[in-house]
């Protein structure tokens, strides 16, 4: 094991998220007082005593419960315990004792799992409160006093938490690893192509809409190499957001696409594209990601030897401002075409990363220029003296100039193309950068 693992676990609205934020230093977790606010497992990494080390946050466990979402969240948490090499167990100093705290330390001493108990919300600093000394009926050993507000006792928590990690191993660097945000409209699949992938239930799935809250990492080996996939929210329209929790899932998932290498924009294939779909996708064009359009439950659709294709020609009208993104038709259920999205991942992951030669580069351009001669305006006819890649993620391209406005959108489109086909750049934009000789940003 590369990292030692640990999990945050309890019963609902204790201050589980808030802890995981604070030994993390970020919040990617979702606070709320609103109990059940955290449904899967959260990932983050925290560093004590030059160890680091991976946090799991869970949802509120409720042992005894009918509910279809708050069973499925205790078995998230039990599944993050079992992967765990040490649990947290957190409590809360100003309810007190209760009945189901003693339920879920009873679990946590049956899974064999180490255990420290953390008594939070001590947020006065000095001797603990009177109610402090009842969490020893627990049988956990002592108990740590906590505020993941302030942060006070963290560093206690933390010292107890280290005496059970296992002895250090080599950590591998995993630069390697293919970042994957799975993006679309509310209950398109995401989650069950990721358990799919995954071959466990990783991410909570049901027909409720909006069930995916947080962002969720899972890291996936397998023969087509490392991936990082990434569980969103889905994102609706900003009419139909009047949840403060929703709000927060929604910019959640705006940040995971700027983290993400390649974005799966999933669509439903039973339902067809929507408006939504197509803002949806903008968001990770304009964030200037490799991207995929992965259309779900194929399976369900009715269909002859011409639905492909039909299908197709018509999402390449509906998503014709991102036509470099590859379609592919999936089905989350059965595992339809997924070993063939993993073969796109990769390709699009990689263009996107791309780097050319300047040399060959201008090869290119004097080619396409001899071919297509550039546009003329009275008279006057475009030169581009040279071009060079600026950067990448996505290819960013410099292209010196005699006249910027002479440089027409159609010609541009044309040397995109050229580009494209010689280096195949598929799944990811291409930006160009004009500069006339002469400007100041060009004379250093």
């Keep these: 094991m590369a990292k030692p693992i640990v999990a945050i676990v309890g019963r609902p609205n204790v201050g589980k998220s808030t802890l995981f934020n604070k030994l993390i230093g970020q919040r990617l977790s979702i606070v709320d007082d609103t109990p059940g606010v955290t449904r899967d497992r959260l990932y983050g990494e925290c560093e004590w005593k030059n160890r680091t080390f991976t946090i799991i946050d869970t949802g509120g466990i409720e042992p005894k419960t009918d509910d279809i979402i708050l069973s499925q969240m205790r078995k998230q948490a039990e599944l993050a315990i079992e992967s765990a090499d040490v649990t947290i167990l957190v409590t809360d100093v100003k309810t007190g004792l209760v009945a189901t705290d003693a339920e879920v330390a009873a679990m946590l001493l049956k899974s064999g799992v180490p255990v420290v108990l953390c008594v939070n919300k001590c947020d006065k600093i000095g001797e603990p409160p009177a109610d402090f000394y009842e969490f020893y009926n627990l049988g956990l050993g002592d108990p740590i006093q906590v505020s993941s507000v302030h942060g006070h006792g963290t560093g206690d928590l933390l010292d107890a938490v280290f005496e059970y990690f296992p002895p250090e191993t080599e950590d591998e660097e995993d630069s390697d690893v293919i970042s994957v945000a799975v993006i679309g409209k509310p209950n398109a699949g995401k989650s069950s192509l990721i358990n799919k992938i995954v071959g466990e239930e ?42 403060n929790i929703e709000k ?33 996708a903008g968001l990770a064009h304009e964030a200037g990601k490799a991207c995929i359009i992965a259309v779900n439950k194929w399976d369900a659709v009715e269909k002859d030897g011409k639905t492909m294709d039909q299908y197709r020609k018509k999402l390449e009208v509906d998503f014709s401002f991102m036509s470099y993104a590859p379609l592919i038709f999936i089905s989350a259920k059965t595992g339809q075409r997924i070993d063939k999205l993993f073969e796109l991942i990769k390709e699009a992951a990689a263009a996107n990363a791309m780097r050319i030669k300047t040399g060959v580069l201008n090869d ?15 008279g006057r006819r475009l030169k581009i003296f040279y071009m060079t890649q600026a950067s990448t993620k996505p290819p960013t391209f410099v292209c010196f100039v005699n006249s910027a406005e002479l440089f027409h959108f159609s010609y541009r489109r044309y040397l995109e193309n050229r580009i494209r086909d010689s280096f195949g750049l598929i799944g990811t934009p291409i930006h160009f950068v004009v500069r006339e000789r002469g400007d100041k940003d060009d004379r250093k």
């Design 202 to 243: 990783r991410c909570i799935v049901s027909d409720i809409a909006g069930t995916t809250r947080d962002t969720i990492d899972t890291l996936i080996e397998n023969s087509h190499g490392k991936f990082n996939f990434t569980d969103t929210a889905g994102i609706r329209r900003k009419s139909r957001v009047d949840d």
């Design 248 to 280: 927060y899932s929604i910019l959640r998932a705006k940040m995971a696409i700027e983290r993400s290498d390649v974005c799966v924009i999933m669509i439903d294939a039973v339902e067809g594209f929507t408006e939504q779909d197509s803002k949806v």
């Design 364 to 378: 290119i351009l004097a080619e396409a220029v001899a071919r297509v001669q550039p546009p003329t305006d009275k």
